[in-house]
């Protein structure tokens, strides 16, 4: 085989050279080197051990392939940064033969996680490939130095190939999305079976609730359980974050939360203080990856006597609503779930009476309840306070309509979750 240069000539290139060609090897491989002499650019052969050497004439350079046929690994350390100097001087970069993975990105290609690459030998590699990649680094960096170029444009048949590859990569993509929104689907209707089927309605406790995820899939869940004939204890709790990973930890975040335990042929209720804490230790102790955290609130009624315990963990304030009485905020203290193991949480009780409402709800629901602002601290909304006299479940539904009336840009969308109870 012909030698294109001598591979121990190391000198600096004198004038714009269009493809400059490293390797270990003595040889360019002849269908590349015939290809370049077909096309008339000018080319040279240099060492990658040398690279450095001409590093200061790269504006002289129009497009690098770097040939990885036998690049041990000692080399490969070297290679990278050869790559990252190319590119920084926005000479664009082929690989071939090997499929090394370099924390590089080549400007003149599509975004990827590595440099472009060919695999396997220089016999299988497409010269029409080649030379249109060739080409379009050659038009960037020519474009950039402002010489004159003539655009490279592929052979029909090239052409005619890439737009049938497209087309089946765009049948595989629209395929894959399908799959992927039919998985999303199912994985939120096996959310919603962990949902109450039914409410524990009584003759003095009637229930609403509302749950809209704002994708197929939601990062919050609520629960209402009769624990026991006197007393229902209730919750909404809310993931940070969105999407699968938080509809996950909903499922755990149910599972998780024991409202009450057996002791032999007796049973222990745990106060809403217990039920946070014992919550938090079992989320800490899980030491999620993705620092994944939650806040909930939850109570206990007693159905007969009407007390109401609660207690919060980082979530939105309870809203008291007493017929002629103005809104009130149940505030009480409570850190974030899963952050510290030994987090202590507080309660407090208050006595419900007749025409009293209870609102639970998650974050996303808040701007439709009300805004805090300076100095007056929470501020209800004004189309919220026109409906909060309204029943229980005729409140909800209207509820249901602002925020499904409401225009919201979808990078703004949050999960909606409330859980309502009115005093009959």
């Avoid at 409402?357 to 996303?364: F, N, R």
């Avoid at 309840?369 to 539904?397: A, H, Q």
């Amino acid at each position: 085989m012909e030698k294109t240069e001598l591979i121990s000539t190391i000198e600096a290139p004198k004038s714009f050279t269009d493809v400059l060609y490293l390797s270990n090897q003595e040889h360019m491989p002849s269908e590349i080197k015939r290809l370049l002499k077909q096309k008339k650019l000018s080319f040279a052969i240099r060492p990658i051990d040398a690279f450095f050497q001409i590093h200061d004439q790269l504006e002289l350079i129009g497009t690098v392939i770097i040939d990885t046929k036998d690049i041990n690994i000692s080399q490969q350390g070297y290679l990278s940064r050869i790559i990252t100097s190319l590119e920084m001087n926005n000479v664009g970069v082929i690989l071939l033969n090997e499929r090394m993975q370099l924390p590089v990105k080549s400007f003149s290609l599509a975004p990827a996680k590595s440099s472009f690459f060919i695999g396997g030998t220089t016999e299988l590699v497409s010269t029409d490939e080649l030379w249109v990649r060739i080409s379009l680094n050659l038009a960037y960096r020519k474009k950039g130095s402002e010489i004159a170029v003539r655009f490279a444009k592929p052979p029909k048949q090239v052409q005619i190939i890439y737009k049938n590859k497209l087309a089946e990569q765009l049948g595989m993509t629209g395929a894959l999305v399908d799959n992927l929104s039919e998985q999303l689907r199912l994985a939120g209707l096996v959310q919603q079976d962990f949902l109450p089927t039914q409410l524990p309605n009584t003759d003095r406790v009637r229930w609403a609730t509302t749950f809209l995820p704002a994708e197929w899939v939601s990062g919050d869940i609520y629960d209402i359980v009769r624990v026991d004939e006197q007393h229902i204890g209730f919750y909404v709790a809310d993931v940070v974050g969105h999407g699968i990973p938080a509809a996950l930890l909903t499922i755990f975040l149910k599972q998780a939360l024991v409202m009450r335990e057996n002791i032999e042929n007796n049973y222990h209720i745990f106060s809403p203080a217990e039920v946070m804490k014992n919550l938090n230790r079992r989320l800490a102790t899980q030491k999620l990856s993705g620092y994944q955290f939650a806040t909930c609130c939850y109570a206990l009624l007693n159905i007969k006597t009407l007390q109401l315990t609660y207690a919060r963990a980082g979530h939105p304030y309870p809203v008291l609503i007493r017929p002629n009485e103005q809104l009130q905020q149940l505030e009480i203290r409570g850190s974030l779930l899963g952050i510290f193991r030994q987090s202590e949480y507080i309660q407090q009780t208050i006595q419900l009476q007749p025409g009293d409402k209870l609102l639970l709800y998650s974050d996303g629901a808040e701007p439709f309840i009300g805004s805090l602002g300076d100095p007056i601290g929470f501020n209800f909304s004004e189309k919220f306070c026109e409906i909060k006299d309204l029943p229980i479940v005729e409140m909800m539904d209207k509820l249901n309509m602002l925020v499904q009336n409401q225009v919201i840009v979808p990078s703004e969308a949050d999960d909606i979750t409330a859980v309502a109870l009115e005093i009959l």
